[in-house]
């Protein structure tokens, strides 16, 4: 079930990043919260959250990308942390190959990168709720 809600929210904020370079703060931000009551994970959606701040003071990543790591902690916990890594080095992979400066939507790469860390999310103590 909660695997299900994440995956259509991340597809969905996906999509809307893809076309509008936008994250709507009225799909963001509820998620957050269902997110954090759902898993308990508040501690990580600070730390990630902190993380986008740190990412946006340095230009790398735009305001709606730091309340989305706090989504994506909210959800992931410990291994949004990872995912999000991933998710920059299949940026810094796809801008070398297609030699690609202008802006990106963030949200697609923090999609496909955050996918095997469902997979291992089954296997913590929280496996009991997300099944």
């Known amino acids: 079930m909660i695997i299900l809600l994440f995956i259509s929210i991340m597809g969905g904020l996906s999509l809307l990043d893809i076309k509008y370079y936008y994250i709507p703060n009225a799909i963001v931000l509820p ?12 501690i990580m959606a600070v730390v990630m959250f902190l993380v986008g701040v740190l990412f946006y003071n340095r230009k790398k990543i735009c305001g709606g990308d730091v309340k989305l790591l706090a989504m ?18 299949m ?8 030699d690609y400066n202008d802006v990106l939507p963030y949200t697609p790469f923090i999609s496909i990168a955050s996918s095997p860390f469902l ?10 709720k997300w099944f």
């Open 31 to 42: 998620a957050i919260l269902v997110g954090g009551l759902l898993t308990g994970n508040w």
């Open 72 to 89: 994506v902690g909210a959800f992931l916990g410990i291994w949004a942390l990872p995912a999000f890594l991933l998710s920059k080095l």
């Open 91 to 98: 940026i810094h992979i796809f801008r070398v190959i297609d």
């Open 119 to 128: 997979f291992v999310i089954t296997g913590n103590s929280l496996s009991q």
